[in-house]
């Protein structure tokens, strides 16, 4: 099994929803990745999990909240979210947090905030 | 800080054309060196890398070449297809163990038979 997968797909909620996005992983990679891409933009880099522990915040808003109940799976809890956080979310993972080492990307959740 | 900068698209070209898109990056120490692309409504795939300098990457008839001297990662195709149309990301890795993965703005390449 060589990919990342992403649920859901698509995801449509209103600013006092609460709702979560899951990403999952059975290559044994010990770092995970959420990024945020807007339409036409590269993606933006959110949060770092290495070996389950959370070890980048890039000073996201506490509307986003992640957990990696385990090493093979990464959840990101969303709640009060803005029409601006509409976006691509994208989870990647890699071997270990290091440079020598790709990530390798889900799909997304194409989320629309209204 | 580090930063990539790649050349601005959209990119259009003909069936069979060659493709250059450009990359130069900025760095302290020795990053690793990616390509990405992006199919419309899909994630990213990689599709070479580099890992130190005078490394060549190479997949599907694409490559680049990891000059230091220059600071460059530019990626080139002798024969472009209908089917690489997309968009294609130049990113970079900081020395160390962060993980942290830091594109370029992005090109668009137009591909017509």
């Known amino acids: 099994d060589t990919e990342v997968t992403q649920t859901p797909k698509h995801l449509v909620m209103g600013m006092t929803n609460k709702k979560s996005l899951k990403c999952e992983q059975h290559?044994?990679?010990?770092?995970m990745y959420w990024y945020k891409q807007k339409a036409k933009k590269p993606p933006e880099l959110m949060f770092v999990y290495s070996y389950e522990k959370l070890s980048i915040n890039e000073s996201v808003p506490s509307r986003f909240s992640p957990e990696c109940p385990n090493s093979s799976l990464l959840n990101l809890h969303l709640h009060a979210l803005q029409p601006e956080d509409s976006a691509l979310y994208l989870c990647?993972?890699?071997?270990?947090?290091?440079?020598?080492?790709?990530?390798?990307f889900g799909p997304g959740t194409r989320l629309t905030v209204l | 800080g580090d930063s990539v900068t790649q050349m601005e698209g959209p990119v259009t070209l003909s069936e069979e054309a060659c493709l250059t898109i450009?990359?130069?990056?900025?760095?302290?120490?020795?990053?690793?060196l990616f390509w990405y692309v992006q199919y419309p409504g899909e994630g990213l795939q990689l599709l070479l890398k580099a890992t130190k300098a005078d490394d060549k990457g190479s997949n599907k008839g694409f490559e680049a070449t990891y000059r230091k001297e220059t600071t460059s990662f530019h990626l080139e195709k002798g024969s472009v297809q209908v089917s690489d149309s997309a968009v294609y990301f130049c990113?970079?890795?900081?020395?160390?163990?962060?993980?942290?993965?830091?594109f370029g703005q992005g090109t668009t390449l137009q591909v017509k038979p």
């Open positions: 290559m044994g990679h010990r770092a």
């Open positions: 450009n990359c130069t990056y900025t760095a302290t120490g020795y990053p690793s």
């Open positions: 990113a970079l890795t900081p020395s160390g163990n962060t993980g942290k993965l830091i």
């Open positions: 990647a993972s890699s071997l270990q947090p290091s440079s020598y080492n790709e990530q390798f």
